[in-house]
């Protein structure tokens, strides 16, 4: 990809360099000083420990997110001996924590990242975020491994296709799914990207609080090198790539050869990517999208989206030579 059109990225994107990154990338994890900096290798492997929340007690993470006292903690010590429970439990026995925060504290010991319901930084829509234990998160992780046992099962170069969510209408829950499917995805440890294509109602930034001066189609037009690919706070392997500013020209910015190569190399840099795109009613910009990711899921509103618009849309994408992971019906 030239200069002009190279996307930018941050620079913990390249964490865990995989072997079509250049070996340099790896250099960005080392600590300060490299690893016989201040304190030596020993001393940094214990500020690690220290810090890695699975290395730390249920006790110590509860103390810190709920701000217990020492008098609080042998309080429920003391419960845990006499009443034969678990740690949390008997917090919440003694009114001192709730299940919810309990359930958070467990998610960081087992590196499960998700934001507490109500979080500032989070909006209600991402339900996998804020509520990963609840009936619709649940269904999306259902979603996510169904993908990945199909269009998503890694090829035989080793990376998968980018995946396109696509809908015939405005209102069917396109960007929606792509958000929580996209944040399930990130959940698996993976290095996850979620891309909004959607070049003519872009709504990603506003989901996930994301600067949107600059994005995709600044890239595409080659009108920036500045960085456009935004880390997640919380879950942190999550990135957004928003739209920027809306183009008067987003078809054919997205049948360009500039979007082409920014997927394949978005495939080769992340481990899951996912692209949202604009209702089908706008035109055919979800459908070429389609086609240059190689895999694309269908989205429909139960009681709105009209099954002939359904219909045409899926005809329309199998035509285009990706793969469809079939349709989905939005019951929310």
Same mark, same amino acid.
């Given at each position: 990809?030239?200069?002009?059109?190279?996307?930018?990225?941050?620079?913990?994107?390249?964490?865990?360099?995989?072997?079509?990154?250049?070996?340099?990338?790896?250099?960005?994890?080392?600590?300060?000083?490299?690893?016989?900096?201040?304190? @030596?290798?020993?001393?940094?492997?214990?500020?690690?420990?220290?810090?890695?929340?699975?290395?730390?007690?249920?006790?110590?993470?509860?103390?810190?997110?709920?701000?217990?006292?020492?008098?609080?903690?042998?309080?429920?010590?003391?419960?845990?001996?006499?009443?034969?429970?678990?740690?949390?439990?008997?917090?919440?026995?003694?009114?001192?924590?709730?299940?919810?925060?309990?359930?958070?504290?467990?998610?960081?010991?087992?590196?499960?990242?998700?934001?507490?319901?109500?979080?500032?930084?989070?909006?209600?829509?991402?339900?996998?975020?804020?509520?990963?234990?609840?009936?619709?998160?649940?269904?999306?992780?259902?979603?996510?491994?169904?993908?990945?046992?199909?269009?998503?099962?890694?090829?035989?170069?080793?990376?998968?296709?980018?995946?396109?969510?696509?809908?015939?209408?405005?209102?069917?829950?396109?960007?929606?799914?792509?958000?929580?499917?996209?944040?399930?995805?990130?959940?698996?440890?993976?290095?996850?990207?979620?891309?909004?294509?959607?070049?003519?109602?872009?709504?990603?930034?506003?989901?996930?609080?994301?600067?949107?001066?600059?994005?995709?189609?600044?890239?595409?037009? @080659?009108?920036?090198?500045?960085?456009?690919?935004?880390?997640?706070?919380?879950?942190?392997?999550?990135?957004?790539?928003?739209?920027?500013?809306?183009?008067?020209?987003?078809?054919?910015?997205?049948?360009?050869?500039?979007?082409?190569?920014?997927?394949?190399?978005?495939?080769?840099?992340?481990?899951?990517?996912?692209?949202?795109?604009?209702?089908?009613?706008?035109?055919?910009?979800?459908?070429?999208?389609?086609?240059?990711?190689?895999?694309?899921?269908?989205?429909?509103?139960?009681?709105?989206?009209?099954?002939?618009?359904?219909?045409?849309?899926?005809?329309?994408?199998?035509?285009? @030579?990706?793969?469809?992971?079939?349709?989905?019906?939005?019951?929310?």
């Amino acid at each position: 990809m030239s200069d002009s059109t190279k996307a930018s990225y941050p620079a913990d994107t390249h964490a865990g360099a995989r072997r079509d990154v250049p070996a340099r990338a790896a250099e960005l994890d080392a600590p300060a000083g490299g690893a016989e900096g201040a304190g @030596g290798a020993d001393g940094f492997e214990e500020t690690r420990l220290m810090n890695d929340p699975r290395e730390r007690t249920l006790g110590d993470l509860l103390r810190e997110a709920q701000s217990l006292t020492d008098e609080q903690i042998h309080d429920v010590l003391t419960y845990q001996k006499e009443h034969g429970v678990r740690f949390g439990v008997a917090a919440i026995r003694l009114g001192y924590t709730t299940e919810k925060d309990v359930m958070f504290a467990l998610a960081r010991q087992y590196r499960y990242p998700y934001a507490l319901e109500g979080s500032d930084n989070y909006n209600p829509e991402l339900v996998v975020g804020t509520d990963p234990f609840g009936e619709q998160a649940e269904e999306f992780r259902e979603l996510r491994s169904q993908l990945l046992q199909g269009v998503l099962e890694r090829r035989v170069e080793g990376r998968r296709p980018a995946l396109a969510v696509v809908s015939p209408n405005v209102g069917d829950g396109k960007t929606f799914f792509a958000a929580n499917l996209a944040t399930a995805f990130s959940q698996l440890g993976g290095r996850t990207v979620l891309i909004d294509a959607d070049l003519r109602t872009p709504r990603l930034h506003q989901v996930f609080g994301v600067d949107s001066q600059l994005g995709l189609s600044s890239v595409l037009a @080659g009108r920036t090198k500045h960085q456009v690919v935004h880390r997640i706070p919380g879950i942190p392997s999550l990135y957004v790539v928003p739209v920027g500013a809306v183009p008067p020209n987003p078809l054919e910015l997205v049948q360009g050869m500039a979007f082409s190569l920014l997927i394949r190399e978005m495939t080769h840099r992340f481990d899951y990517v996912i692209v949202d795109t604009p209702s089908a009613s706008h035109g055919a910009d979800c459908r070429v999208i389609a086609a240059r990711c190689g895999a694309a899921l269908a989205i429909g509103r139960q009681g709105k989206t009209k099954m002939p618009d359904l219909q045409t849309l899926v005809t329309k994408v199998n035509k285009g @030579g990706q793969r469809l992971a079939g349709v989905v019906m939005n019951e929310w």
